[in-house]
């Protein structure tokens, strides 16, 4: 069992809606990040996360550490926001070892 | 500009053939890493370093050797490279492990 689960694997949405992308993990974390990777192109670091909520534009992303669960929210999803979207943890005592989920892809259709 | 950079970007090469991709950064960053990025398989950490001749190994070190004699640059060795490290590599750095991570454009390497 993957020690990092997001789901879903695939979302596609229409150009407006709200957007939930969801990880979940079962081991103890210092801290969990969200990255972008667009097609064909880079990773980009979204949000790193210990506790609470960050929020940065549209975007915003959630952890409770009791639940063992974060989301990322996006609101008013746009077709540039088509991408993966990567949730990764630090697990507890692994020296900043970072460990991924497999990824979620998003499509937003216009 | 912050940036990490990362060459070659793409890289065709023989099995056995010993290879060297270079991971560069400007903003003084003590953390560094490399990834490997496999379809179905997602991304997994090679190696990391969290200064200036300390690294450790990452969760597929087997086939790659790391070091960081100075600060910004951290290269990633293949000494025998095989068709089965054919993948897409990122280099990353961060001010410290628990940080936001910058990452480099990727190299995809293709062992033949």
């Known amino acids: 069992k993957n020690e990092v689960e997001q789901s879903p694997q695939n979302l596609t949405a229409q150009e407006g809606e709200f957007i939930t992308i969801n990880c979940s993990y079962s081991v103890g974390i210092s801290a969990l990040h969200w990255l972008q990777q667009h097609p064909g192109g880079g990773i980009v670091s979204l949000f790193m996360?210990?506790?609470g909520k960050k929020k940065h534009g549209r975007l915003i992303a959630t952890i409770n550490i009791q639940e063992k669960h974060s989301s990322l929210h996006i609101t008013a999803s746009h077709p540039r926001d088509s991408a993966v979207y990567i949730c990764a943890v630090e697990i507890v005592g692994s020296n900043y070892k970072l460990t991924f989920g497999k990824g979620t892809l998003l499509t937003v259709n216009p | 500009e912050a940036q990490v950079t990362q060459n070659p970007r793409y890289l065709i090469t023989v099995t056995g053939k010993k290879l060297t991709v270079t991971c560069s950064q400007n903003m003084n960053h003590e953390y560094m890493s490399w990834y490997r990025q496999d379809p179905g398989l997602g991304l997994r950490q090679i190696y990391y370093s969290m200064n200036v001749e300390v690294t450790d190994k990452g969760d597929v070190p087997e086939g790659y050797k790391v070091s960081r004699k100075e600060k910004r640059n951290f290269p990633l060795i293949l000494e025998s490279p095989s068709p089965n490290q054919t993948s897409l590599y990122f280099c990353?750095?961060?001010?410290?492990?628990?940080?936001?991570?910058?990452f480099g454009p990727g190299t995809r390497l293709t062992v033949l």
């Open positions: 996360l210990s506790s």
């Open positions: 990353a750095s961060s001010w410290m492990g628990t940080d936001t991570q910058y």
